[in-house]
Structures are given as structure tokens and as C-alpha cells.
């Protein structure tokens, strides 16, 4: 919820004479005062208000969105343990924000940079053909194409093009974060623009599973199943959230059967290839590989500056070249990580109105680089953790014995290698001494099975993916 400030100065005036920790806040702020330092006091707490206290919880009203959420993630659980040591109580702490309140006191000196990204997280959804619900922003004018994903992209394009013909299913694939969401909601906008009458859905596999459960308990499961079978595109999102589901799987093979026998489109995205999707049914592996796979691999360098030159502009947001370029190769594994970093740095930008630096943008960005730094493990360094885990030799793990001791190891080893790293199978079944990729596959699909079934298993898969972050 965002107030105006007339809401907010009306909320604080009732609470003045209602002997509530609202009544006593300047006297925290005076604390606040004390313990931070000046320009941190400045920055975050001067104008942070009480607006509202209902038992043991209290909402605070920040001047805008980025102060709330910056707060909340940095300063929440100190407010709660000063208001603690002075109350004697256990309040619970929530953020507010005025919304656009500095826009409409003078318009002409608000910064531009906030404004964009509140306009570019307002837009919801866009319906297509009253079905699809896809985000605005997701088309094709505005991916970034580099070395990782040009295939893939130029496959959606002509799917867009020419839905049910070449490419059918499409199976996009890469792990979390690079950009599969976006091409297959491309698609979507492409095709329905080109032709307005397709009746396209897109939807995830989670909401596929909740629609057909809640279908059968309301006794509706033929219209369910005409919702899905009588499209012109179907465009699944997380196929791999099928695994282990049974019933579910049987439901989507003959959906998929329809669809492709009256050669309507199916686009299907994945963290990873059908044929690794653990506890996955083999008709739907087969059916899955039928027609056009392609892989997305992290973005190089020169593309992930394009990407923050492209989103900035985007924002109207004006960054230094150094700032960019700290971004770009501190941020390599996640486009999404990297976004998220450039709109923190555009709400501070907005908030300061100025231009950062890149001391301030790495002080700033942190707790993503250090995100970013975990997700950045290498194979030998797996090894290595898992070798000294189960107390054996480096050695042992990468050659040929196959006792018990040694195999399953050298299965979480490359599981794990999977797991943490955005290594292909070929590279990984080399990394373990020349192995192929479906003995890696086959080791994958193996610790999955034992985490499953095996607590121990879980708590050692666990403990050395915990001491490699």
C-alpha cells in the first residue's frame, strides 16, 4: 500500500495522544541519531515516520520505495531490538512508502530514474487473446542477443514466425536466470501481433498442476483439459517441476499428443535437458526431444555490458562507464542478479540525485557480489570438498575403482559440479577422467534418488555444498 502525505501526517497527529510507541518515536530517532553515523542518519532515518500500530506489529512510512526496501533488508532487525530493549515488547516491523509524493511537489526536479522503474514495474500483465498472461516488457526488441543465446533466440523468432511448422516442440534450456522466461514470453507477443486471432497460453507448470488438481475436486476436468487442448500455442514455463509427479505427467502427455498431432506449437523451458529431469516419464523425455532443443548459456562480457547499457537507457538513468563495467564483470552468472543490481543502483541514484561512483556502487552491491562470488565454484574445487568429506584421495575419486566407498563420492561430486556450476555434461563427464555424459546423468539422477530416500545422504550432499559456499 502507498499513502500521500496528508493520509500520513493525520495518522502520526492521532497517534501523538495515544501513549503508543508512535507517540514515543523521537526519542528512537535521537537513538538512531546515536548509533549510526551522520550521513547514514541523513540518509535512512531522518524522515522515517510511524504511520500505524496495531498490537505488536508497527508500519513505518519511508519517503520512498527504494528507502523502504533498503531499510527493510539492512535496518529492520536493528529498529526491532532498539524498540525491544526500551518497550520491554517484541514488535514486528513493516515498511510503507509515499508514493510519488516528490514528483508531485515539483515535477520539473524529480529525478527520472525512480519514475521509469516504478513505471516499468507497474506494467502487470498483457493479455493476449484474453488467455496468455505475459509480461509487457518481455519481446523480442528488447533481448540482448550475444554468443550464449543467438541460437536460441533466432529459433524463437522463427517459431513466432511460423508457429506448428519448423520448430515443434521448441525445448528451451539454461540454467536459472538467462533469459528463457523472456524468449518463450516473445514468442507469445510475436505471434499473437503478427496474428491477433491465435488463441496462445502461457502459463507454468505450477500453475498447470494447481489448475488440473482444482479441475477434478470441482468435478471439471473436461473443460480444463479443452482450456489446454484446444490452443493454437501452448508455451510451458519450468518443465522440470514435473518431476516425480505421476498423474500430472500423464495429463500433459495427452495434452502434448493433441497439440502436436494437429500441429499446434508447444514451447517447453527447462533448467536443464529433458533427458536430466529426474523421475521424468520416458515417453515425455522422447517427446520432448522431438523437434528443436536449444541450450543458454551465461552471457560473455560484451553482452551483459549491452544488457546494462540497454536497461539504463531504458530507465532514463544516466550510469558512469566504470560503474557499468564494475557491474558487468562482477555479476556473470545471472541476468536476472545483474538486473536486480542495476535497479538498486537506480532507486539510490534517485534517492541521492546524483550520479554514483563505483566505490559507492561496490559498497552498495555487496551482499549481490557476494551472491554472484558463490555461484562462481569450479569442478576441481568440488572435488576436492568431496574427497576430503569422505575421507579419500583425489585420485581415487577421478580413476576407475568402483567399489562403494568410492562411486557414489564420485556421483555427488559431478552432482554437485551440475548442481553449482553452468559446466555442459560433456565438460563435466572430462573433468572426471574422460567419462561421458551419460554417466554423468546417470550419477545425478543416482544422488536425487538417494536424497530423496537417504536423510544421510541429504545432510552430506548438503554439508559440502554448504562448505563449498
Not at 116 to 139: E, F, H, M, S, W
Not at 387 to 403: N, Q, S
Not at 420 to 443: N, P, W, Y
Request: proline share 3%; hydrophobic share 40%; net charge neutral.
Amino acid at each position: 500500500m502507498q499513502m500521500s502525505g496528508n493520509i500520513v501526517d493525520n495518522l502520526v497527529d492521532t497517534a501523538e495522544n495515544s501513549g503508543s510507541i508512535m507517540a514515543i518515536w523521537d526519542s528512537f530517532q535521537e537513538d538512531f541519531r546515536q548509533l549510526f553515523p551522520e550521513d547514514i542518519y541523513h540518509t535512512w532515518f531522518e524522515n522515517l515516520k510511524p504511520i500505524r500500530e496495531l498490537g505488536d506489529s508497527l508500519t513505518l512510512m519511508a519517503p520512498n520505495e527504494f528507502a523502504a526496501i533498503w531499510i527493510r533488508d539492512n535496518y529492520k532487525s536493528t529498529i526491532e531490538r532498539r524498540i525491544a530493549s526500551r518497550t520491554g515488547r517484541i514488535i514486528s516491523i513493516a515498511f510503507d512508502f509515499i508514493c510519488e509524493a516528490k514528483e508531485r511537489e515539483n515535477p520539473s526536479s524529480a529525478p527520472t530514474a525512480m519514475p521509469a522503474l516504478r513505471k516499468q514495474r507497474a506494467k502487470a500483465v498483457q493479455k493476449c487473446d484474453g488467455n496468455a498472461l505475459i509480461n509487457p516488457a518481455y519481446t523480442f526488441d528488447n533481448f540482448v542477443i550475444g554468443s550464449g543465446n543467438q541460437l536460441a533466440q533466432a529459433t524463437c523468432v522463427a517459431v513466432a514466425n511460423n508457429p506448428g511448422q519448423s520448430y515443434n516442440p521448441l525445448f528451451l534450456y539454461g540454467a536459472t536466470g538467462l533469459g528463457k522466461t523472456h524468449l518463450l514470453q516473445a514468442v507469445a507477443h510475436e505471434a499473437w501481433k503478427k496474428r491477433s486471432r491465435l488463441k496462445i497460453v502461457y502459463t507454468s507448470t505450477e500453475k498447470f498442476t494447481n489448475e488440473f488438481i482444482k479441475s477434478v475436486q470441482e468435478n471439471r476436468v473436461a473443460k480444463f483439459r479443452e482450456s489446454y487442448r484446444k490452443v493454437d500455442m501452448l508455451l510451458i514455463d519450468d518443465v522440470h517441476f514435473l518431476t516425480g509427479k505421476e498423474r500430472i505427467q500423464e495429463e500433459f502427455f495427452y495434452t502434448f499428443n493433441e497439440l502436436f498431432e494437429s500441429q499446434r506449437q508447444i514451447c517447453l523451458c527447462s533448467d536443464r535437458p529433458a533427458s536430466e529431469i529426474a523421475r521424468l516419464e520416458s515417453r515425455l523425455v522422447s517427446r520432448f526431444q522431438w523437434g528443436f532443443i536449444a541450450d543458454i548459456q551465461a552471457p560473455d562480457l560484451e553482452t551483459r555490458i549491452a544488457i546494462l547499457q540497454q536497461k539504463a537507457s531504458a530507465m532514463h538513468l544516466e550510469l558512469p562507464e566504470e560503474v557499468i563495467h564494475l557491474l558487468a564483470k562482477s555479476v556473470s552468472t545471472n541476468i536476472r542478479r545483474l538486473e536486480g543490481a542495476l535497479n538498486r543502483i537506480a532507486g539510490y541514484t534517485a534517492l541521492k540525485n546524483r550520479p554514483i561512483g563505483s566505490g559507492e556502487a561496490r559498497e552498495l552491491l555487496q551482499d549481490i557480489f557476494m551472491d554472484e562470488t558463490r555461484c562462481t565454484i569450479r569442478i576441481d574445487q568440488i572435488q576436492r570438498h568431496v574427497a576430503e568429506y569422505y575421507h579419500i584421495t583425489l585420485a581415487d575419486l577421478l580413476g576407475k575403482k568402483r567399489p562403494a566407498n568410492i562411486v557414489f563420492p564420485r556421483q555427488v561430486a559431478m552432482y554437485l559440479s551440475r548442481l553449482l556450476t553452468a559446466h555442459s555434461l560433456q565438460r563435466i563427464g572430462s573433468e572426471f577422467g574422460g567419462r561421458d555424459h551419460a554417466t554423468v546423468i546417470h550419477a545425478c539422477k543416482s544422488v536425487e534418488c538417494a536424497i530423496e530416500q537417504d536423510p544421510e545422504a541429504k545432510r552430506a550432499v548438503e554439508a559440502i555444498q554448504e562448505s563449498l559456499k
